[in-house]
T-cell receptor, first 114, second 115 residues
Framework: AQTVTQSQPEMSVQEAETVTLSCTYDTSESDYYLFWYKQPPSRQMILVIRQEAYKQQNATENRFSVNFQKAAKSFSLKISDSQLGDAAMYFCAYRSSNNNDMRFGAGTRLTVKP | GAGVSQSPSNKVTEKGKDVELRCDPISGHTALYWYRQSLGQGLEFLIYFQGNSAPDKSGLPSDRFSAERTGGSVSTLTIQRTQQEDSAVYLC?????????????FGDGTRLSIL
């Protein structure tokens, strides 16, 4: 079974600074997809960024980018120029090409200090 | 609305009662998922519907949990004889297709509290 581990329960960053959230996963599959979701206090899960395992190039979405290390099974999220609105729970998620479910990590609570 | 809609937003009930949670997915989305999020935890997969295919129920924690999806649209998650450990936020998500690279769009969830 696939597992997703987020080793940082809480992280803090100063506004305008850069922060990196860690995620590792365990799988024996070669074809899969990785996601980062943001969950603000409103509870709605919002897709931040996604990465296909077959792509070597790291995904980027404006201030959000990932460092995908397939051999190390690592998928970290970098937030540049942090904004107050980035404060939320961030969940890393794994989905294989064969299963219907998505495996989520336990989450990292990000605080942005003004 | 344009997003996934869930109701009720909050539900408080007594232990032993049955509850029904509703999810209205985004129009045109054929895939629908239910997740459970306990306090301070990540999301736990419960059940998945895709079109008219038999649902994937592999994540349901016990036979007290069941779900239906009528007409390929609205889904209802039913919990019978609720227990205190059922207290959690229940999230529904939908996507265009089964394809693994399709992002899931989530509703705001139902916070269920069992007294």
């Amino acid at each position: 079974a696939q597992t997703v581990t987020q080793s940082q329960p809480e992280m803090s960053v100063q506004e305008a600074e850069t922060v990196t959230l860690s995620c590792t996963y365990d799988t024996s599959e070669s074809d899969y997809y990785l996601f980062w979701y943001k969950q603000p206090p409103s509870r709605q899960m919002i897709l931040v960024i996604r990465q296909e395992a077959y792509k070597q190039q790291n995904a980027t979405e404006n201030r959000f980018s990932v460092n995908f290390q397939k051999a190390a099974k690592s998928f970290s999220l970098k937030i540049s120029d942090s904004q107050l609105g980035d404060a939320a729970m961030y969940f890393c998620a794994y989905r294989s090409s064969n299963n219907n479910d998505m495996r989520f990590g336990a989450g990292t609570r990000l605080t942005v200090k003004p | 609305g344009a997003g996934v809609s869930q109701s009720p937003s909050n539900k408080v009930t007594e232990k032993g009662k049955d509850v029904e949670l509703r999810c209205d997915p985004i129009s045109g989305h054929t895939a629908l998922y239910w997740y459970r999020q306990s306090l301070g935890q990540g999301l736990e997969f419960l059940i998945y519907f895709q079109g008219n295919s038999a649902p994937d129920k592999s994540g349901l924690p016990s036979d007290r949990f069941s779900a239906e999806r009528t007409g390929g649209s609205v889904s209802t998650l039913t919990i019978q004889r609720t227990q205190q450990e059922d207290s959690a936020v229940y999230l529904c998500a939908s996507s265009f297709a089964r394809a693994s690279n399709q992002p899931q769009h989530f509703g705001d969830g139902t916070r269920l509290s069992i007294l």
